[in-house]
């Protein structure tokens, strides 16, 4: 029963609850969140192992400090991938042999036909966009994985990484201006003879 109505519950009840050492509501909140947060450190990555790894580790942190979290117009979410991309950051610092990591997964386009040629042609588009995404400065690719995976808005993006909607913007669009000159888009061609 009390997991019915835990199911039911906000984010914001579900704090209190957690803050209030209700075990079962912070599982609640894990078991809500977890996906997301994966598939955040995943993208970010590019590492199966290693995304699980970060994605354990910002539940313990959150579990930790969820005393101290303060909504102030920022979901629960916007919290954790803060502590994702914190984390990440720190395991990149401790990296000192610059070893590469593998690339995610092609994503299947929904709601196309399946055709085993466009499969192919569409997972072979996608490993080299990723690839390239990970050639990107982290800074790029974060706020790239934000908006194309997270499907975050750029006010969402600028609260989790303390920067104004202007300078997410900016980062936002060198991305894009990359990713198009080393994929040579057809975008890029017509902006540049045009």
């Known amino acids: 029963m009390l997991r019915s109505v835990l199911a039911e519950t906000d984010d914001q009840q579900l704090i209190s609850l957690a803050v209030a ?13 977890k996906p997301r947060i994966f598939r955040h ?13 970060l994605t354990a580790q910002t539940f313990l942190n959150a579990f930790q400090a969820i005393s101290r979290y303060e909504p102030r117009g920022v979901p629960f979410v916007a ?12 395991h990149r610092k401790s990296l000192k042999n610059g070893e590469h990591t593998q690339l995610p997964e092609a994503l299947e386009a929904e709601g196309e036909e399946y055709s085993p040629e466009g499969s192919f042609e569409h997972k072979a588009d996608s490993e080299r966009v990723w690839r390239e995404v990970r050639h990107l400065s982290f800074e790029q690719r974060q706020v ?7 499907d975050l808005s750029y006010q969402e993006i600028a609260q989790i990484l303390g920067k104004s909607v202007g300078a997410v913007r900016v ?24």
């Open 21 to 33: 050492g209700n075990r079962e509501a912070f599982g609640r909140l894990y078991e809500r969140h």
């Open 79 to 90: 919290w954790l991938l803060r502590i994702t991309a914190n984390l990440t950051i720190n």
């Open 144 to 150: 790239i994985v934000m908006r194309f995976v997270d």
């Open 171 to 194: 980062i936002h669009f060198r991305a894009l201006v990359n990713l198009r000159h080393v994929l040579d888009l057809p975008a890029w061609k017509q902006t540049r003879a045009g």
């Open 41 to 53: 450190a995943y993208f970010l990555t590019g590492d199966f192992s290693l995304a699980e790894d």
